[in-house]
Nanobody, 122 residues
């Protein structure tokens, strides 16, 4: 089992940048595929990005490809989401997620953080 805690959200102007962090508990952090999801008001939660345990595989939603970058530091049990060129439509609660299966983390991960709010003003 892994517990996840996000941080780094906030208010930023359009075109700006933010870096989200997700701290994971446990000694098996590197065995988990990690991901980011987001949920905007009135919308369903959607996949943003995923990274395999070794960082050898990464996936991005089309809406963020080229602007967001996912990474992880297994020595520090931490995952990151660097968000650049932010747009008002990126405004959402961002959730960290984990699963032992890469395929599963793209769909319905087993473990979730509590979320961090990102607001992009125009």
């Amino acid at each position: 089992q892994v517990q996840l805690v996000e941080s780094g959200g906030g208010l930023v102007q359009a075109g700006g940048s933010l870096r989200l962090s997700c701290a994971g508990s446990g000694r098996t952090f590197s065995s988990y595929t990690m991901g980011w999801f987001r949920q905007a008001p009135g919308k369903e939660r959607e996949f943003v990005a995923a990274i395999s345990g070794s960082s050898g595989s990464k996936s991005y939603a089309g809406s963020v490809k080229g602007r967001f970058a996912i990474s992880r530091d297994n020595a520090k049990n931490t995952m990151f989401l660097q968000m650049n060129s932010l747009k008002p439509e990126d405004t959402a609660v961002y959730y960290c997620a984990a699963d032992r299966s890469y395929v599963q983390v793209l769909r319905t991960p087993d473990y979730w953080g509590q979320g961090t709010q990102v607001t992009v003003s125009s």
